[in-house]
T-cell receptor
Framework: AQSVTQPDIHITVSEGASLELRCNYS??????LFWYVQSPGQGLQLLLK??????LVQGIKGFEAEFKRSQSSFNLRKPSVHWSDAAEYFC??????????????FGTGTQLKVEL | KAGVTQTPRYLIKTRGQQVTLSCSPI?????VSWYQQTPGQGLQFLFE???????NKGNFPGRFSGRQFSNSRSEMNVSTLELGDSALYLC?????????????FGPGTRLTVL
């Protein structure tokens, strides 16, 4: 069965430091992977996505992620974190549905705290 | 384009009542999916609608239902509310039924059941 694992529940970084959030997936077919961010009381905002092509994908707000098939990973990175990046981050894999389309299977999320 | 809108943003209900939540997708998007988010279970898929038809359903009891209208707007209904139904309900829209269609989320409706 498909699944997404985010090993880190909480991460604290200092403003200006680099960031890497880990994501491992389990999916039998070619994975269609996403990172979403959620601020308190808000919905999910799409940061970036990967389906095929270049394994390093660029997203909004200076984020990037690298797909590594051999490690079943899709880690999110940012070279320099800003205080406004404090939020919860979700990795997700799209699962093909028999009725067409897809559903997202999410990891449990990583809560990012930024120290000033 | 305007994003996905959900109304109301907040709801307080008591056990046994029923509730209806509304979602308006991004203009031109024809597929609407619903997710439930709780601290204990995380984000879980409820169901997906396309062309006024429920195409797929997650593992939720029959108390959870929905529909989609000809303008692609969708509603979900929860009957006989239980305390455990307290959650953030998120609606997502996507262009169609392709596997590669990306889902864009609304701000959610926070439901509290007392």
């Amino acid at each position: 069965a498909q699944s997404v694992t985010q090993p880190d529940i909480h991460i604290t970084v200092s403003e200006g430091a680099s960031l890497e959030l880990r994501c491992n997936y389990s999916y039998g077919a070619t994975p269609y992977l996403f990172w979403y961010v959620q601020s308190p009381g808000q919905g999910l905002q799409l940061l970036l996505k990967y389906f095929s092509g270049d394994t390093l994908v660029q997203g909004i707000k200076g984020f990037e992620a690298e797909f590594k098939r051999s490690q079943s990973s899709f880690n999110l990175r940012k070279p320099s974190v800003h205080w406004s990046d404090a939020a919860e981050y979700f990795c997700a894999v799209a699962v093909i549905l028999t009725g067409g389309g897809n559903k997202l299977t999410f990891g449990t999320g990583t809560q990012l705290k930024v120290e000033l | 384009k305007a994003g996905v809108t959900q109304t109301p943003r907040y709801l307080i209900k008591t056990r046994g009542q029923q509730v209806t939540l509304s979602c308006s997708p991004i203009s031109g998007h024809r597929s609407v999916s619903w997710y439930q988010q709780t601290p204990g279970q995380g984000l879980q898929f409820l169901f997906e609608y396309f062309s006024e038809t429920q195409r797929n359903k997650g593992n939720f009891p029959g108390r959870f239902s929905g529909r989609q209208f000809s303008n692609s707007r969708s509603e979900m209904n929860v009957s006989t509310l239980e305390l455990g139904d307290s959650a953030l309900y998120l609606c997502a829209s996507s262009p169609g039924l392709k596997y590669t269609d990306t889902q864009y989320f609304g701000p959610g409706t926070r439901l509290t059941v007392l």
